[in-house]
């Protein structure tokens, strides 16, 4: 039986790879990016900035409107703007974290409504192995990513009888246009995965799509690093 899944940052990258995931098991895939492109198949595409809530809201409304109640919401939309934290400007930022993590916020917030009501659902955080190792030039981004977790928390204990999980899913290093703009940090941080390969957006999907199972539905408040054992567990 089909579910409504929205997915954020969906666009590109891990969000496109997540939708396609879920595309390909018949799933309504509604796709929420700035640009409103979405892959082929997607049920749905809205040009959202996440960080403005009413235009989530509105979106999330229509959705609803149209393919029912959500059942999986993948909040993954996010961006970096890298900079020594010294250096580190107010709107670089604001920008991260009122993307990543405000986004994140009014996308669970618009949809968990609905599951509630339902009594069934699965939100899932695109969170970051970044805040718990440590990369230069990434405050704001591993703050952002930091806050996911806490986030995730909260809410996870605030619907957990209502049968809606909640949990985070922390990449490491992917094969993204987002970590092709690091540069030779990239290629630092390659060199320490112990299994040896940057992962792709496709070993991000899978682990998104077994949280949005059944076979997950006791799993909730977690944090699952999707690393190549980069952060060996967080």
């Known amino acids: 039986m089909s579910r409504h899944v929205i997915v954020t940052g969906a666009s590109r990258g891990i969000g496109a790879a997540i939708a ?14 700035r640009s409103g492109d979405a892959p082929s198949g997607c049920a749905k595409a809205f040009a959202v900035d996440v960080a403005d809530s009413a235009a989530v809201n509105e979106a999330v409304k229509s959705a609803i409107a149209e393919f ?10 996010g961006v970096t703007r890298d900079g020594l934290a010294m250096r580190m400007s107010d709107d670089q930022w604001h920008e991260v974290l009122s993307t990543d993590l405000d986004g994140a916020f009014y996308g669970a917030r618009a949809t968990m409504a609905s599951m509630v009501r339902q009594r069934s659902g699965s939100i899932i955080f695109i969170g970051s192995i970044s805040p718990f190792v440590g990369v230069p030039g990434q405050a704001n981004y591993a703050a952002a990513k930091a806050g996911l977790v806490g986030l995730a928390r909260a809410i996870a204990k605030e619907v957990a009888s209502r049968g809606v ?17 690091l540069g030779a940090a990239k290629d630092a941080m390659a060199a320490l995965i112990p299994m040896d390969r940057i992962g792709q957006p496709s070993d991000i999907a899978g682990v998104v799509g077994f949280l949005a199972s059944a076979e997950a539905r006791y799993v909730t408040g977690a944090v699952i690093a999707v ?7 967080l």
């Open 20 to 33: 396609q995931w879920f595309i390909e098991r018949d799933d309504h895939v509604v796709a929420l990016s």
């Open 68 to 77: 029912g109640p959500v059942e999986v919401a993948v909040l993954n939309a």
């Open 165 to 181: 999980t909640v949990n985070v899913v922390a990449p490491g290093l992917i094969e993204t246009d987002m970590t092709n703009d």
């Open 227 to 233: 690393d190549g054992g980069l952060a060996m567990g």
